[in-house]
């Protein structure tokens, strides 16, 4: 009889799977003969650092892909130390070490998401799946999401059971509460760590697992099951070969996500006419057309997947054999070095031309195979299918929705690409490729993150359980063209009067706030006016991903930091600002303000730091100063309300509101001047702004820019410092004829 196998997953991240497991382990070595395997392909090795074993299974892995180890009384396994180990892991590899486990008393499985192909021989041969979930309503919502995966998958609701792990030490649901709501036993629940009845808790759970290893094995029961069509045999002749990414994790949902709409790989119920080439393109991850038409009702749909897939395995066939010659972990690393990136990309390139010509692939023409060459190599040392955007200079935006969605900004407009990733693990790769050399780490504990590309481009990537439909990465670029004044001229962004006035401004050091919506073009704005800014002065810029690139020869760049993996070394933007303070800055530029940093910023304009510039989020100049009340009102400091306001209207001189149009297009709509207060009102004036009257034929939004006649209170500021100006010069731009 086969070994019995519980396969631990948890509801949601951080609900202390692992911990459970490796307790569960400590608990039953002594008398039994115990396996855990580790079946995270992200890369955490959560099993391996807590047991000290990651130099035993490394050393393992020359005698095979999965590491495997006897250390501490028991047998421990892993499938992947990396997300580019992932990309190697096959089938046949994980089915071989299911079948040797079959020998063991008992296997325990950790596995985040258990319904990935890798882990299918483990699911196949469960006795249990059990749900580890915290007793709060976020818990029990996590779980019945799993359950309901679960069930999706084919396991009946009996084989699924329900830990609960009170990690904070204040349940608000209880073990009746879960199970009524969800139908399913809870057999055990974890006091804290710090509990007296810890370890009797541990104990009778492993009771409880000891009394249920007799029974039957879901591989047993799936065939039972209405419309399952897919025994044991006939998965692994489908997959056997197969690289996971290409053998069904590419279209798997993350587990706990509702809004899955393709069927999973193995185990979900069909319609009793299902055919068998209908099942087989569901375990590859193609039983949809990209363009959502169901491969089954469509007579050339079937044959388009299967080409598909054949030239997915086909590559990632190659990227196997890459994986053996070269270290692809050198590509992030050689990044920063133009003639050691130049060496890895050729010796990848005449690698990949070597496999290719060994390798033919049926139905493919010479263009084909060579831009399957272009394809591979930059799937191995770049950014996959997105470098060819990263090298259209018309492109300011890559929007990557999950592996299969990706969208792309030109000249205003979104639209959406061809392009697509193989899988989610390869999403995963590219987004780890970006973050790994700035320090940054993701994962689900930390499921969102800020960096930047080498070229300056914004990068921000945000993974499940926050992304319910997959890893998101968003791309804004900064095109190796940077932006100037003529360019501004040109695109009809502003015109000549309206830029001299704002390079009087700059030189008169007025403290300038640019705002605007997201993509309207404040940071491209704000490294414009920067130009304005005297050689002479020392300028300090503070940002939370370094965008802005400054031409003067004395500029200090500051970056904030994140928390590191024990939560410790947060740098905040605040904290930038006042360290700031004693650097003897002429000109402080923050990148963005969007939280209490605010009131440090106009502390820092108000106390000798004149032409200071930073940008915020607002839709109106009205509208930036109570965003500003409200952003030092998060401080933290009871403040009055009047006295927020006459610092803003003491610190701030100037307004300039971008706005992104309905064409795509990027404008200047307003230049406003904070000239004091009234009573308890900052007062404002308008001096310029953009009058849109329409669209004209082409689409393109039809306007003009509009003085207002008022006389800025700024020209004596410009008097002061002998900046040579004449007001008359904004005086031929269009009248308003009233300013209401």
Known sequence: MSAPAFVFVGAKGGSGTTTVCAELVKSMRAERNIALVDGDLSGRRSDAILFDAIRPL??????????LTRIAGFTLAELAPSYEWAFTLKFGDVEALAASLETFDCVFVDAPLPLNMPLRPFVMRATRFVVVAEPTLLGLTGARALLADLLRFGVPRERVVLVLNNRDGRPTTTSAQVERALEIKVI??????????????????????????????????????????????????????ADVAAAGAATEEPVGSQTRKEPVAVGVPHSDSGSASTTTANLSGRGREPNGASASRNGNGASAATGLLARERFK???????????????????????????????????????????????????????????EIVSEALGLGPLEDLMRDQTVTEIMVNGPKNIYAERFGKIERTGKRFTSEQQLRLVIERIIAPLGRRLDESVPMVDARLPDGSRVNAIIEPLAIDGATLTIRRFGTHRLTMQDLLQKGSANEPMLDFLRACIQGRLNVVISGGTGSGKTTFLNILSNFIPEGDRIITIEDAAELSLNQPHVVRLESRPANIEGR??????????????????????????????????????????????????NTPRDTISRLETMVMMAGFDLPVRAIREQIASAVDLVIQTTRMRDGSRKITSITEIVGMEGDVVTMQEIVRFHQRGLDADGKVAGEFQYTGVQPSCLQRFAEYGIDYDVRALATLASTGTLW
């Open 58 to 67: 490394d050393a393992s892995r020359e005698m095979g892909p999965i590491g």
């Open 188 to 241: 055990g629940e974890i006091p804290t760590l710090h509990d007296r009845s810890y370890a009797k808790r541990i104990a009778a759970l492993a009771q409880t697992l000891r009394s249920i290893e007799s029974e039957p094995q879901i591989e047993t029961l799936l065939p039972s099951v209405k419309g399952f069509n897919l025994d044991r045999r006939t998965a692994r002749r489908a997959a056997a070969g």
């Open 316 to 374: 990632l066939d190659i990227h196997e054999a890459l994986a053996k010659n070269v270290n692809l972990l050198d590509a992030s690393q050689a990044n920063t070095d133009a003639a050691k990136f130049a060496e890895l990309r050729a010796k990848i390139y005449d690698l990949t031309q070597g496999l290719l010509a060994e390798r033919s692939m049926p139905g493919s023409s010479a263009e084909d195979i060579i831009a399957m060459k272009e």
């Open 569 to 618: 070394g947060e740098v905040k933007i605040r904290d930038l600002v006042r360290n700031a303070l004693r650097m003897r800055p002429d000109r402080i530029v923050v990148g963005e303000c969007r939280g209490g940093e605010a009131l440090d910023m106009l502390q820092a304009m108000n106390t000798g730091h004149d032409g200071s510039l930073t940008t915020a989020h607002a």
